[in-house]
C-alpha cells in the first residue's frame, strides 16, 4: 500500500512551500520506511546475533524486554534502524519549523483573530505553571515542547505540532488527525445508545484534533478542551474557529481543574496518559471521578498496556521511552489502570478495555486527498504492527462508568460497563 | 527576512542519544539522509517544472526523454561527471597522491619540528 494521505488544510496551518513541502513528504515516507522495510529485519538480528550472543555472555536467555534491549543495543542492524528512527523524527520536526518560522508572526495574529470571532470561550491562566514532565525534557522530540512561548500569545509550537503530529502519525488518524475522537465517538453510538451527555471535557486535548468530533456528534452539548500548554489551547481555539466548531478552550492542569463536582457526563482524553507522569496519572483518574456526573462515563484512549503483547514487541515500542523523548511512556504501560480507577473510586464492575474500532474509513469514504478506498481499509484492517503510531484496527480505551441513582437510571445507565 | 524575525527553538530539550560507537557516526549518519532528502527535494522540483510545463502545454518530460544529445553536450555532460567524481573522491585520491610520495605524519611532525628550530 502507498501511502499518500494528505492533510486537510485550515485557516491556522502553516502553508508549506514546494521544498518545505517535499522535505516533510520525505519524512513522513522516511518513518513509513523505517516501519515497513528496517523494522521487520530486527526479529532476526535478535533471533540470529544478539540472543545466542547475550546467552552466551550472561548464561541465560534474554527474558524480557530490558533484557532484550541488552541484547540489542551494540547490535549493528539495530543501531542503523533506532539512529534512522531518531534523525526521522528530527527531519519532521525541522521541515516543518521551517514553515512555521517563515510565517511568524503573521500565525499568531490569525490565531487572534479567529479567536476573536468565535462564540466560544478561551481561558489562558497567566500565572499557570506547566508541570515539570512537559517541560523537563521536550516530548517526542518536538522542539519547544507544548508549552514554551517565543512572544506573549505565541502559538508557534502548536502551529508545529498540528502539522508535525500529523506526520508523525502518517495520516493514519484521518485529514484533520481526528481519528481517536472519532472513533470514540463511534464506539459511543455503538455502545451507548441513548446516552446524551451535556457537557463533555477533553483532557490534554492540544490542538483540539481530537476534541472537535465530540461537539461534531452532541452538538447541543457545552464541550471543553484543556491543556496545560498556553499555546496549543490558543492555537486549538482559533482552529476550531476556523474550522467553524463552537468548543471550549482553556489552560489547565487535568491532575486540577477548577471545574465543579459532578460537572461533565463524558469526560475523555486521547494519548494524554502517557505523556504524564507516575504521581499525576492517578490524580488524573481521581480528577476525572470528581468531575462526572451521576450516569457519566469517562474514556481515556491512548496505546496498549505492555501485558497485552509479548516482550520483543514491548521492547520495540519501549524505544520511544530512550530515544525518543517519551519518559513516562514504559511505565504507564506497566500500571495496572483497573486498579487506578478503582482507587479512584470507582466501582470494580464499571471499569474495563475496550477497542474502538479506528474510523479511517470514514476520512476515504469523504474522498479526502490521499485517502482511497484501498489504503484506508489496509490501515483499518491490518494486524497490529509494534512501533506504528496508529495500533491498526483499533484503538485501546479504558472506559469507566458512575451509575445514575438508583431513582434516575435510564436506560443508558442500564447498559453500563458490565457487559 | 528581517532582522527581528522570530526565531523558532530548533531543538529538544532532552539529551540526545548514541546509537553507534565509533565517534561521528551518529553525525554522519544524520548528513547522510539530510543529502538524501535534499537529493529527493530536487526531483520533486523536477517534476513539478515538468508538470507546471505541461500545463502550459510543453511536454517537457517527453521532450527530455527525447532530447539527442550533440557532440558539446555529451562534452560538457562527461566533464561534469568526472569533476563529480573527483570532488568526490578527493580525500582518497589525496591518500594517493601521499603513497605515491612516500609522505607520512613523521615527516610532517619534523618539518613542525625542524622550522619551529630553522
Known sequence: MLNTFQQAPHAMLPVASHDEAARQEFSKSLKHFVQQGLLPGLQPAFQRRAAPAYERDTGHPARDRREIRAAMVTDPYFQHYAALNRISQELLWNSVIDSVERQLPVLNERAQALSAEGSATLRIDAGFEPPRYVTALDIHCMPGGYASELVPGDISVAALYDRGAYLYGMGFAGPLNDDMGRSVCNYIQRQLPGFKPRRILDMGCTVGHSTLPYKQLFPDAEVWGIDVGAPVVRYGHARAAALGVAVNFAQMNAEQTDFPDGHFDLIVSHILMHETSGRAMPRIVKECHRLLAAGGYVIHADLPPFDLMDPFTQFILDNETWYNNEPFWGAMRDLDQIQLAVDAGFAREQVRFATAPMAILESAAQGAAGYTDASASAVAEREFTAGEFAPGGGWEVLIAHKPAAPAQAGQADEKAVTA | ?118
Open chain 2, 1 to 118: 527576512m528581517s532582522a527581528d524575525q522570530l526565531k523558532a527553538q530548533r531543538h529538544a530539550r532532552g539529551k540526545r542519544p548514541q546509537f553507534y560507537a565509533t565517534p561521528g557516526l551518529d553525525q554522519a549518519m544524520s548528513m547522510i539522509v539530510v543529502l538524501a532528502q535534499e537529493l529527493h527535494v530536487l526531483a520533486d522540483r523536477v517534476d513539478a517544472i515538468e508538470r507546471v510545463s505541461k500545463a502550459r502545454g510543453i511536454d517537457l518530460a517527453a521532450e527530455v526523454d527525447a532530447l539527442v544529445l550533440d557532440q558539446p553536450a555529451l562534452d560538457a555532460r562527461e566533464q561534469r561527471r568526472q569533476q563529480l567524481l573527483e570532488r568526490l573522491y578527493y580525500l582518497v585520491r589525496k591518500e594517493g597522491q601521499e603513497l605515491a610520495e612516500a609522505d607520512s605524519q613523521a615527516r610532517y611532525d619534523r618539518v613542525i619540528s625542524e622550522t619551529a628550530q630553522a
